[in-house]
Nanobody
């Protein structure tokens, strides 16, 4: 099992930016696809973005063009740069290592609140 520690969330006004970080424990971080997810109050957790071991990325339509996922395999860390934030981006953000329908244990997440 890999453990994740997410950080970087906070309160930001609409149109603002935040950069989230996710530090992963364990070895062989660099061979796995990593992904960000989010869960808004009263809603199911949803996929936001993924990055493969080779650096290919994918994004949910709702964040495409505004969010950028990246990774640092030396630091075992994955990032999510979020620009032009909207109130509907308000959620707890989590990272994980998806393997088909399997996941590692979820971390505590980091709260992002977009409000004026």
């Amino acid at each position: 099992q890999v453990q994740f520690v997410e950080s970087g969330g906070g309160l930001v006004q609409p149109g603002g930016s935040l950069r989230l970080s996710c530090a992963a424990s364990g070895s062989m971080f660099d061979i796995y696809t990593m992904a960000w997810y989010r869960q808004a109050p009263g809603k199911q957790r949803e996929w936001v973005a993924s990055i493969t071991a080779l650096g290919s990325t994918g994004y949910a339509d709702s964040v495409k063009g505004r969010f950028t996922i990246s990774r640092d395999n030396v630091k075992n860390t994955v990032y999510l740069q979020m620009n032009n934030l909207k109130p509907e981006d308000t959620a707890v953000y989590y990272c994980n290592r998806p393997r088909g329908t399997s996941f590692d244990s979820w971390g505590q997440g980091t709260q992002v609140t977009v409000s004026s």
